[in-house]
């Protein structure tokens, strides 16, 4: 199959945005926008870095590529609408391979009215999939990662080191419980999309969508706002049964494991009510995990309250590329 009836395959025969004016077919997409802020965001994701041929099917490696994109959207408070696929495809991944990676994103991108609308594709030595997000947010409504203030409620949707524990059994094979949950939070992680949209009501949130690992994403929340952030370790939810996986491994994976895509968030004390009901609304598991003070020293420090209630500085530390 040649490029031309590659793209032929893919593209979309319909369109679920109102607002496209072109899709897939010319030099470039077109749409038009009047009355809300455009969000846009870009992640690659490369075979052996962020997925490996084993561990993951080529629909796992297309739905997790895009939803880690989609998070992305809903860190900032916006609805995703569309998203450009650019694709570095080796000589060994065949038809129906990449039939499946184009499924993977498409089931996942239809559950959200997303449409493809363009994209690359190159032929290379190893698999790369370059994912180019937009979404909308009503103007002045998007979150920040620099909006924290003193005397916030510190939360995290979800739960905490399932897409590492998830990773150890994939490469680990044995016998353990829930082991297809577990995977599933490897392959085919949720995204907090009606939640962060349906904050927009709220006066002040910050989010953070987590990627690296709450370590980092807390100092980022904690540097960009001029804050300190405190976290107890006893209060980060955790998956039923997440207590088997080996004792050195399990708050290494809560704190750096990262990919669990769910929301690192603060809140004024006085909305905290108000953004439960919202979580409630949409299904959405939130935990208050800590707060946010005042930092004195220019420090920008993330404390972290251990199980013996010793206070300990929880480095920038996690998934770094570049070490
Ligand atoms: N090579 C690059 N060129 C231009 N801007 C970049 C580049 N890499 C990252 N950025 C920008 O730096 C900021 C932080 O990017 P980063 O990738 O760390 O965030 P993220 O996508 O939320 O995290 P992750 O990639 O771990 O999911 C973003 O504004 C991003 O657009
Ligand atoms: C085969 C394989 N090896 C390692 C990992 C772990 N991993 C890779 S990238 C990343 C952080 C996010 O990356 P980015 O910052 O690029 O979004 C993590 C935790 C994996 N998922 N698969
Ligand atoms: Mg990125
Ligand atoms: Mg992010
Ligand atoms: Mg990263």
Redesign the pocket.
């Known amino acids: 199959m040649d490029e031309f009836s590659f793209i032929d395959l893919i593209k979309q025969k319909t369109y679920r945005q109102p607002s496209i004016i072109r899709g897939i077919g010319d030099d470039a997409a077109v749409f038009r926008q009047s009355s809300q802020d455009i969000v846009t965001?870009?992640?690659?994701f490369v075979e052996d870095v962020h997925f490996s041929r084993s561990t993951m099917s080529p629909f796992h490696i297309g739905y997790r590529s895009l939803a880690?994109?989609i998070?992305?959207l809903s860190?900032m408070g916006a609805k995703p609408a569309f998203y450009l696929v650019s694709i570095v495809i080796p000589s060994s991944w065949k038809e129906d391979d990449l039939d499946g990676l184009y499924k993977g994103m498409a089931d996942l991108g239809a559950a959200y009215q997303m449409d493809l609308i363009g994209g690359d594709t190159v032929s290379g030595n190893e698999l790369a999939l370059s994912i180019t997000v937009i979404g909308f947010v009503n103007s002045d409504k998007v979150r920040y990662r620099h909006t924290a203030k003193p005397g916030d409620v510190v939360f995290v949707t979800g739960t905490l080191g399932d897409s590492a524990a998830g990773f150890h059994i994939l490469t680990n094979p044995g016998e353990y419980l829930d082991q297809a949950y577990y995977s599933r939070r490897h392959r085919m992680p949720t995204i907090r999309v009606d939640f962060a949209s349906e904050l927009e009501n709220l006066s002040r949130v910050t989010l953070?969508?987590i990627?690296?690992g709450i370590a980092?994403e807390a100092n980022?929340i904690a540097e960009d706002s001029h804050v300190n952030l405190t976290v107890y370790e006893e209060k980060l939810p955790v998956s039923q049964n997440y207590n088997q996986f080996p004792e050195s491994q399990q708050s290494k994976w809560q704190l750096y494991g990262?990919e669990d895509f769910e929301l690192l968030g603060t809140v004024p004390s006085q909305d905290w009510d108000e953004l439960k009901d919202i979580a409630d609304r949409t299904q959405t598991p939130v935990t208050e995990v800590g707060y946010v003070s005042k930092n004195t020293d220019n420090g920008h420090y993330v404390w972290l309250v251990d199980r013996q209630q010793t206070n300990k500085l929880l480095e920038k530390k996690g998934?770094t590329h570049l070490k």
């Open positions: 965001a870009v992640d690659t880690a994109n998070s992305d860190a953070n969508d990627s690296d980092n980022e990262g998934y």
